[in-house]
């Protein structure tokens, strides 16, 4: 780590700060209902650890092939840092287990398989010690209904809700979504944002909605949003290979 890049990082921070706090008064919202959540696939831990250095303790990952090692190294360079790693990205159930050792949070549950996989693998965590606490979750859905993309119909949604609530290690958080490509992403968080009304007045504890990313983080706090995940805009372009 130069200090060079720690100190674009730092730049990079404040000005989504600033995007954060602008957004909110532009439509009366509280900046502090909005997590920000420091997307680092594709970067290295040493970047994960400038962002903790920064007081960003929100942190997520897309593959858990990737995050298994990043999460660990972490710990090494920053032992004590009480960071939550998140996982955003979609999920095998035979990851069940490895993710749930090293997150606090998996923000795309999209299948009552799924659900059921990591309340038996939070469940063995918990038991050899892994963990301490169940694992928050968060319903991921398909606004558009593109299944290549991942994600529950949004009619499917209360179901899939009842199975977590039903589950011994699983702690409903809410929804999360990513607005569909190539289209303005306005409409988007507008169904988004019924479906959330609608899974908060069954499950209170269902709070969190997780939408918006570098490019469209202010028109998701227009719609609600409470956890916006950026990646691009805290630490630049991944390139045209990466996921
Ligand atoms: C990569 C990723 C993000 C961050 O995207 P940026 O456009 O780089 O901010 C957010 N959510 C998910 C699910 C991702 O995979």
New binding site residues.
């Given amino acids: 780590m130069t200090a060079d890049r720690a100190a674009e990082i730092a730049a990079n921070l404040a000005e989504v700060r600033d995007r954060i706090t602008a957004a909110c008064a532009a439509v009366g919202r509280d900046p502090a209902e909005v997590r920000l959540l420091a ?1 680092t ?1 594709t970067f290295p831990a040493a970047d994960a650890a400038a962002l903790v250095d920064l007081g960003v303790l929100d942190l997520a990952e ?1 593959r858990e092939q990737e995050a298994d090692p990043k999460t660990d190294e972490l710990a090494r360079l920053r032992p004590g840092a009480a960071v939550r790693w998140h996982m ?2 979609r999920l095998q159930r035979n990851k069940a287990r490895a993710v749930a050792r090293w997150a606090a949070e998996v923000q795309s549950v999209d299948s009552e398989r799924l659900a059921d996989a990591l309340d038996r693998a939070a469940a063995t965590a918990r038991a050899a010690g892994e963990r301490d606490g169940p694992l928050d979750v968060l319903l991921q859905a398909s606004i558009d209904g593109d299944p290549a993309r991942g994600g529950c119909p949004l009619d499917g949604l209360p179901a899939l809700a009842h199975r977590v609530i039903r589950s011994s290690d699983l702690r409903l958080r809410g929804i999360m979504a ?1 607005a569909p490509r190539g289209a303005e992403p306005r409409a988007a968080f507008e169904r988004l944002a019924s479906a959330a009304v609608r899974l908060r007045a069954e499950h209170p504890s269902a709070a969190e909605l997780s939408c918006g ?3 469209d983080l202010e028109e998701a706090i227009e719609y609600g949003s409470t956890c916006v ?5 805290l630490l630049g372009g991944r390139g045209l290979a990466s ?1």
């Fill in positions: 997307v696939k897309n955003v990205g990513v990313m570098s490019n995940r950026v990646g691009t805009a996921p």
